[in-house]
């Protein structure tokens, strides 16, 4: 089992992050995901996720099974899962659940509230702040994660780290299908699994994948989803 910090240390325990993806995911709105790469503080405000819930999910990468891609979805909670898509962008999850669940959520998008010249230098083509982590691969690029962070502890890792919100409350949760996916996966209805901070100008533009066969309801709101105790430390099942 890997190595729990204090209790003092201002990070996320693992035990915040053992519940199912589902509840984790609207949990982790308003976290902060504080980066040391490169040399370089920066921090992103999460402003908008989505979950996946492995072998039940056919949205998920790891539906069909552990490969050597995603093992890392089957292990313990607290795990960073960074994939590499279109030939071209990282994209980073949280691993999350009961081991071999493969629980996980997507980081699609954020607001950078330190570190702004580093993440400016990073993201060159943002036309302003709000876009600088504004979808999943700006955000691993803002915060500087690519394959090589694939693995990392977030829980001990002393580059990168979650920590609670610095203010109690995130506001209006909004819930909707998750973008891009196609076939089962993208049913709006059966998986309304994207997670976002109602009328947060940092949150990505919402675009169905190519065979989706049900729209959701764009904008569900999510009564006392998220609130900020809900990442103390506590089980969230």
Do not use: K
């Amino acid at each position: 089992m890997p190595h729990q910090p204090p209790e003092d240390s201002g990070r996320l325990l693992r035990t915040a992050l053992e519940g199912w993806s589902t509840q984790v995911a609207p949990a982790l709105l308003g976290v902060r995901l504080v980066s040391e790469l490169g040399g370089e503080h920066v921090v992103v405000r999460l402003t908008e996720v989505e979950a996946y819930m492995g072998q039940d999910d056919p949205g998920s990468h790891a539906f069909r099974g552990p490969t050597p891609r995603t093992q890392i979805m089957f292990g313990p909670a607290g795990f960073l899962y960074v994939y590499f898509t279109y030939g071209m962008h990282w994209c980073a999850n949280v691993v999350c659940g009961p081991v071999g669940s493969a629980s996980a959520v997507l980081l699609r998008a954020g607001e950078v509230v330190e570190g702004l010249d580093a993440a400016r230098g990073r993201r060159r083509t943002a036309r302003r702040d709000a876009e600088l982590a504004r979808g999943p691969a700006r955000l691993t690029t803002a915060l500087g994660i690519d394959g090589g962070h694939d693995g990392v502890d977030l829980v001990t890792d002393a580059r990168l780290w979650l920590e609670p919100p610095e203010t109690p409350g995130t506001g209006p949760l909004r819930t909707g299908p998750r973008v891009g996916i196609r076939g089962d996966g993208g049913d709006g209805v059966r998986f309304p699994w994207r997670f976002w901070l109602d009328g947060d100008p940092t949150v990505s533009t919402y675009r169905p994948g190519q065979l989706r066969r049900r729209p959701g309801r764009e904008g569900d709101i999510v009564p006392g989803a998220g609130a900020a105790g809900a990442l103390t430390g506590e089980d969230l099942t």
